[in-house]
């Protein structure tokens, strides 16, 4: 074996380091999905009448429903019935209603991700909403952000407090009947984040949520909805990690983004599920449904993710470009190691005149992994001068790894501009000897060289996020050359 | 000179590439400060050589032994080479996309002090040595900016060579057909980038096709190379002879190297 090869091993082996597992006693329903166990959720969240029926639409209209089987990802046939929708660490008493009444359990678990949820220990920069297993456990920086009119909260507390905002939206991007696993959700889901920026208001900080899946043999279904209104921006950071268990998990959230007049929603992503042992064996099945809805005119979504984690990736962080003059962007980097498979890309929609959207999708493939790039980009008929940009690069580690790419466009406005760009181009052995001869270790030659290949994307991550994103990346590389 | 005094001792080196033999046997002497050149026909292993001191993977050595400072250098990866102060100006310097040209050489020197025992230098220092070391290969500032060789003309990419090296600053520098795709102008920036870095402490192993470059690098000892041995070796003379005469006769009368 070559010094590439076995340093690349050498990566293989490093440990997924969030893989603990938090001992708290958990209020879980009964495994398996039928409308009793809807009704047993929605009764637990207290919910409102509306929400029960949306539930109850979206579960008899997913029982008509088939997996999709279109993605380029191969897995064993996942039974619905052997899942457990909903478990929440139990409440001690009445349910914390401030940070001191939290868990210390929790807090721990959540310090130990390197998510302190106590405020003086946070940057002051951000707000945290921790989402463990099926419910929200703790949102910081409520107060001050309510002085700026910003409402951040569980989705839970949000249909609690504020029906009305629900109501209007949810649904509104992704409507219950969307997808398989956007349906599913829409059944089942337990929580999530919901944020609401009013008219002129930029949002004073950082919102984000940390995902945490603890429990074994249980989904995860959250929810996020964030609307924009006119002339607010808003910038969201989401991260997830789970356990290492031998079993896989689903993980099919939804999110939902609307813009309207000049709002911009910027969201940024750090996936980093468990992706299963060296072998394949675990990791988490991570089937998400994100779009947004640039309603407004001058609206900007932009969508910036990492993906290192999961065992398989199915997702299309998309923008539908309603508003004239509206903007769409995607930035991605996607690393499938090991047996890891991802499935990932966007979709552009453009409706409005005038609507602009950019496409910039980084693959990184090593081990055996297999990296699909898969995307569209419509020009609706209505949608004169608009323009597109699309760059996909891929870039292989060793030889028994995969890169596809998949664009579909389709242009119905003559005077719309389509340019779609790929490259696929492999980590060479001349590469790294030119690192190695001016004495830079292999090591940290194929680190600098991925995080080279990726920079265009981390520019586009707010700093404390970025720095984040390359460290993980350095860590997640495994695979071997040759 | 005496072993000992060497910087570099080259005996009966073979090396293959799949199988295939492409050095036969080199034998090469090379004192410190000392200007070796190393000429021959496309095809005749000067690449080769270059690359197999430098400790290219690609290549199997099958035979011979090299000293370097006395020690085994065949045993040493490339980077420890480089730690021991050995430097290869690449014939075609790979492009590293996104990784800044300054990011790059500083992560690269720092891990040679490192890895001697010597301070890093941070951002400031470097950018300070790194400046004055742009001046000798007339290189501007909007170099800095731009990713490893990405872009980069054929010039250029050479020029980035010997400024890569004067801010490394080695011991043994192995210039790999430097010379090769520069039109006159550029041939001269870099041949005075080199002539500013030779030093009584610092030797260079120059490959190349042609006898122009010798004009401007002008060498203590001239070694011709052909089917994977040194054929003939002999003054900066031998490099008018082999302009005048070609290199098929010239290697028709093979001499041993020194």
């Given amino acids: ?482 | 000179m005496t072993r000992s005094e060497l910087l570099l001792r080259v005996k009966d080196l073979h090396a293959t590439v799949g199988g295939k033999e492409i050095l036969r046997g080199i034998d090469l002497e090379v004192g410190p400060g000392e200007v070796h050149a190393i000429m021959g026909p496309n095809g005749s292993g000067k690449s080769t050589f270059a690359q197999v001191l430098a400790g290219r993977e690609t290549f199997e050595v099958t035979k011979g032994e090299v000293l370097y400072q006395g020690q085994d250098l065949l045993a040493l990866s490339p980077e420890e080479r480089a730690v021991a102060g050995i430097f290869m100006a690449f014939q075609y310097p790979v492009e590293i996309p996104g990784v800044g040209n300054l990011y790059f050489l500083r992560t690269a020197l720092n891990a040679l002090r490192k890895r001697r025992g010597e301070e890093e230098l941070d951002a400031m220092d470097f950018l300070a040595l790194a400046k004055q070391k742009m001046k000798l290969v007339a290189m501007d500032e909007s170099f800095t900016g731009r990713s490893v060789n990405e872009g980069f003309s054929g010039g250029e990419k050479k020029r980035n060579e010997i400024f890569q090296m004067a801010v490394l600053d080695p011991r043994l520098a192995i210039l790999d057909e430097t010379d090769s795709g520069l039109d006159i102008d550029a041939l001269r920036t870099v041949a005075s980038g080199v002539n500013s870095l030779r030093s009584k402490d610092r030797a260079m192993i120059v490959i190349t096709h042609y006898q122009r470059l010798l004009e401007y690098i002008v060498p203590d000892r001239v070694h011709v190379m052909g089917n994977g041995r040194i054929v003939r070796s002999g003054g900066r003379e031998l490099a008018l002879e082999l302009e005048q005469k070609g290199y098929a006769q010239v290697e028709g009368r093979r001499e041993a190297a020194r």
């Fill in chain 1, 1 to 482: 074996m070559s010094t590439s090869a076995k340093t690349l091993q050498e990566l293989t082996n490093r440990q997924y380091k969030h893989g603990f597992v938090t001992d708290i006693e958990a209020d879980t329903v009964p495994r398996g999905l039928n409308e009793d166990v809807i009704r047993l959720i929605s009764a637990k969240k207290n919910e409102p009448e509306f929400m029960l029926d949306w539930r109850l639409k979206a579960y008899r209209h997913w029982l008509t429903m088939k997996e999709p089987r279109w993605q380029n990802v191969r897995y064993p046939p996942i039974d619905y019935q052997d899942i457990v929708y909903y478990s929440a660490p139990k409440p001690k008493g009445q349910g914390p209603k401030s940070l001191e009444e939290v868990d210390p359990e929790l807090l721990k678990a959540f310090e130990k991700l390197g998510i302190p949820l106590e405020e003086q220990k946070r940057l002051s920069g951000v707000a945290v909403d921790a989402v463990f297993d099926s419910v929200s456990v703790a949102t910081t920086f409520k107060e001050k952000l309510a002085k700026a009119g910003v409402i951040f909260s569980s989705f839970s507390e949000a249909v609690q407090k504020h029906p009305d905002l629900v109501k209007k939206y949810l649904g509104s991007v992704v409507p219950y009947s969307d997808n398989f696993f956007a349906t599913l959700n829409s059944a089942v889901f337990s929580d999530g984040s919901f944020v609401y920026i009013p008219k002129g208001v930029r949002c004073p900080m950082e919102l984000s949520t940390y995902f945490r899946i603890n429990a074994e043999n249980t989904g995860q279904f959250e929810r996020t909805l964030i609307v924009a209104e006119e002339g607010s921006y808003v910038s969201y950071l989401e991260g997830c990690t789970a356990p290492m268990r031998d079993k896989n998990q689903l993980h099919a959230a939804v999110v939902e983004l609307v813009a309207l007049d000049n709002a911009q929603i910027k969201y940024s992503t750090v996936q980093n599920w468990y992706p299963g042992d060296a072998q394949g064996k675990g990791g988490i099945y991570n089937f998400v449904t994100k779009r947004g809805a640039a309603r407004g005119r001058a609206s900007k979504i932009s969508w910036t993710q990492v993906e290192t984690g999961s065992a398989i990736t199915w997702k299309y962080p998309s923008v539908i470009l309603q508003g004239d003059d509206a903007v769409g962007e995607f930035h991605s980097v996607a690393l499938t190691n090991n047996y890891q498979q991802a499935d990932t890309g966007t979709k552009m929609i453009h409706i409005g005149k005038n609507t602009r959207s950019t496409i910039l999708s980084k693959g990184i493939s090593a081990g055996h992994g297999q990296n699909t790039y898969r995307g569209l980009v419509k020009i609706q008929k209505g949608a004169t001068g608009s323009r597109n940009y699309t760059q996909c690069d891929s870039l292989l580690l060793g030889n028994r790894c995969g890169a596809h790419t998949m664009p579909y466009i389709e242009v119905k406005n003559t005077s719309s501009q389509v340019e779609h760009e790929a490259s696929t181009s492999k980590i060479g052995e001349d590469q790294l000897f030119y690192c190695t001869q001016r004495g830079i270790s292999e090591e940290d030659a194929v680190s600098m060289i991925v995080n080279g290949f990726c920079r265009e994307v981390f520019k586009e991550l707010p700093m404390e996020f970025a720095v984040e994103a390359q460290k993980l990346l350095s860590v997640s590389l495994e695979g071997s050359i040759g």
